[in-house]
T-cell receptor, first 115, second 113 residues
Framework: GAGVSQSPSNKVTEKGKDVELRCDPI?????LYWYRQSLGQGLEFLIY????????KSGLPSDRFSAERTGGSVSTLTIQRTQQEDSAVYLC?????????????FGPGTRLTVT | AQSVSQHNHHVILSEAASLELGCNYS??????LFWYVQYPGQHLQLLLK??????LVKGIKGFEAEFIKSKFSFNLRKPSVQWSDTAEYFC???????????FGKGNQVVVIP
């Protein structure tokens, strides 16, 4: 079946602009995660959605970052007033339940470059 | 907070050599442990995982890992690597009841034919 998809695959933006990154999880998966992979920092957790529960936003690095998940499926990560340090690969993952032992399936990522 | 350490970020070895990648974590409670692999141009995918039971777990492609609770370690091994094992390997942990994964910074492994 189809895996996690993300769009765009690459995004180049000017410093100060807003960007939106999209994630389509695997159909039927109730849990959705955003991570960031940047040089020297490895993979960092950003935010987690589970069903209709309030999201765990504890990994968002600043208030310029926000995310929403509509209808329990597609998610959008928005970065406002982008800065050069926001350049990274943004990864989305989904899993089939809220049990933490469920495997997380990762998408291909969106490479964001802020010039 | 959970944290994961991986050493020897860049590893270069010849085909048929043995591979061992170290992973140490810090977390006081029950943990679940994972190794993910990212082949060139591909998604992150799960290599193996440990939740409970036998501390020696076997994954795909001949990889195995051993959980040593007293050393807070979950080292990855493969007795004989192939060129196709060239990839970046990430160790990850989540604590009991905590869904987020904490990742190490990864090991870039290059296997020379």
């Amino acid at each position: 079946g189809a895996g996690v998809s993300q769009s765009p695959s690459n995004k180049v933006t000017e410093k100060g602009k807003d960007v939106e990154l999209r994630c389509d999880p695997i159909s039927g998966h109730t849990a959705l995660y955003w991570y960031r992979q940047s040089l020297g920092q490895g993979l960092e957790f950003l935010i987690y959605f589970q069903g209709n529960s309030a999201p765990d936003k504890s990994g968002l690095p600043s208030d310029r970052f926000s995310a929403e998940r509509t209808g329990g499926s597609v998610s959008t990560l928005t970065i406002q007033r982008t800065q050069q340090e926001d350049s990274a690969v943004y990864l989305c993952a989904s899993s089939s339940g809220q049990d933490y032992t469920y495997e997380q399936y990762f998408g291909p990522g969106t490479r964001l470059t802020v010039t | 907070a959970q944290s994961v350490s991986q050493h020897n970020h860049h590893v270069i070895l010849s085909e048929a050599a043995s591979l061992e990648l170290g992973c140490n974590y810090s977390y006081g409670g029950t943990v679940n442990l994972f190794w993910y692999v990212q082949y060139p141009g591909q998604h992150l995918q799960l290599l193996l995982k440990y939740f409970s039971g036998d501390p020696l777990v076997k994954g795909i492609k001949g990889f195995e890992a051993e959980f040593i609770k007293s050393k807070f370690s979950f080292n990855l091994r493969k007795p004989s690597v192939q060129w196709s094992d060239t990839a970046e390997y990430f160790c990850a942990v989540n604590g009991y009841g905590n869904n987020r994964l904490a990742f190490g910074k990864g090991n870039q492994v290059v296997v020379i034919p």
